[in-house]
């Protein structure tokens, strides 16, 4: 199972009930990062994220310019990206080569420690403990829909939405290969930034399921119209 495919049946498991349940045990806390706080009370719970939901349409309205501007096509895209200073690390076998810390083709955020020293020596990018966001790809060709899926977060975290600071991804690592045991005593700001990484996840599994769907819709059109006679 690709990684595509196991966001999607990940998200189709997740039942926001469960965060919001885990939350729901933090009573008198308080939650905050650059766009959205979150407010919990012994009988309340409030997030205040009218800033974030602001951003949340104008990268869906942005990437979507960009989407087709780009024609969709994977390499216009990395090169767009490559534009705006992240880094594109093309390997072979790269899929092997991020395999031993637990990484996937694509979109890297942010690491530390002995994971980033290691994304630093393949990158080439210098001895750190730390590194920045990147891409890594395996040469060849690239499937677009996954490629959607990974510039739709990499532009997410262009415009600071909340969720991909390294702990927040961290976390969101651990409850994606469902090991849900290390998150039993997380406090009030590491289930608030694990949620704020799910829904930027999310999002971008939902626009690239979209423009997956509009483009077979367009395509059976044509089908049809092709067919001669069809009642389109």
Known sequence: MNTFQKIIYFFLEIQERKLTKKLSRHFKSSSSNSTSKTVLSSNVTMTLTSKTEQNIELVRKNVTDIVRNCENN????????????????????????LSVIKEEEGLITQLEGIEALYINAIAKSGFSLKSK????????????????????????????????????????????????????????????????????????????????????????????????????
């Open 74 to 97: 994977p390499e216009k895209l990395l090169k767009y990206i490559e534009s705006k200073g992240t880094k594109i690390v093309k390997l072979d076998n790269a899929d092997k080569i």
């Open 133 to 232: 966001p990147l891409f890594i790809m395996r040469n060849g060709a690239v499937d677009p829909y996954y490629m959607l899926h990974q510039f739709y977060k990499w532009y997410s975290l262009e415009m600071k939405l909340p969720g991909f600071d390294y702990m927040s991804q961290k976390l969101f690592k651990i409850y994606l290969n469902s090991d849900t045991a290390l998150l039993s005593n997380l406090n009030l700001d590491e289930m608030t930034g694990l949620k704020e990484a799910i829904n930027r996840d999310q999002e971008a599994t939902t626009f690239a399921l979209e423009i997956a769907k509009a483009k077979e819709g367009s395509k059976k059109v044509l089908e049809k119209m092709q067919d001669g006679g069809a009642n389109i």
